[in-house]
């Protein structure tokens, strides 16, 4: 299953509930669209809910990062929500854990953008 997200807006942020495949080609590019296209509507808090995506590999990683940095230049935050056991042993593995703000409580992660 490709990537596909649904985007809420909740307690003054906005959420992205992801699912399916974050890979090179399609899914990637969806997730770079639409932080951008986020961004672009002065949407600068996104939260990124990963509790769905079953797969992610290195290209998808490379997203997330570059969402991250999209978002920083743009005077905006990207955080994330309830990483699965794989993507959180990913992120480890790459060193990236501590490049991210990563939450597994919805409310505390919305808090945490204050």
Same mark, same amino acid.
């Given at each position: 299953?490709?990537?596909?997200? /649904? +985007? #809420?807006?909740?307690?003054? @942020?906005?959420? @992205?509930? !992801?699912?399916? $495949?974050?890979?090179?080609?399609? %899914?990637? +590019? &969806?997730? #770079? *669209?639409?932080?951008?296209? &986020? !961004? %672009?509507? %002065? =949407? =600068? =808090?996104?939260?990124?809910?990963?509790?769905?995506?079953?797969?992610?590999?290195?290209?998808? @990683?490379? *997203?997330?990062?570059?969402?991250?940095? /999209? +978002? #920083?230049?743009?005077?905006? *935050?990207?955080? &994330? !929500?309830? !990483?699965?056991?794989?993507?959180?042993? &990913?992120?480890?593995?790459? =060193?990236?854990? /501590?490049?991210?703000?990563?939450?597994?409580? *919805?409310?505390?992660?919305?808090?945490?953008? $204050?």
């Amino acid at each position: 299953m490709n990537l596909q997200g /649904t +985007a #809420r807006d909740a307690y003054g @942020i906005v959420i @992205i509930d !992801l699912s399916g $495949r974050i890979t090179l080609g399609e %899914g990637s +590019a &969806l997730l #770079r *669209e639409t932080v951008k296209d &986020l !961004l %672009g509507k %002065g =949407k =600068k =808090k996104i939260l990124l809910n990963l509790a769905d995506v079953n797969y992610i590999d290195s290209s998808g @990683i490379g *997203e997330l990062v570059t969402a991250f940095t /999209t +978002a #920083r230049n743009h005077g905006g *935050e990207v955080k &994330l !929500l309830h !990483l699965t056991k794989k993507v959180h042993d &990913l992120l480890q593995i790459t =060193k990236l854990y /501590t490049v991210f703000d990563v939450h597994n409580d *919805e409310i505390a992660a919305a808090a945490s953008f $204050r």
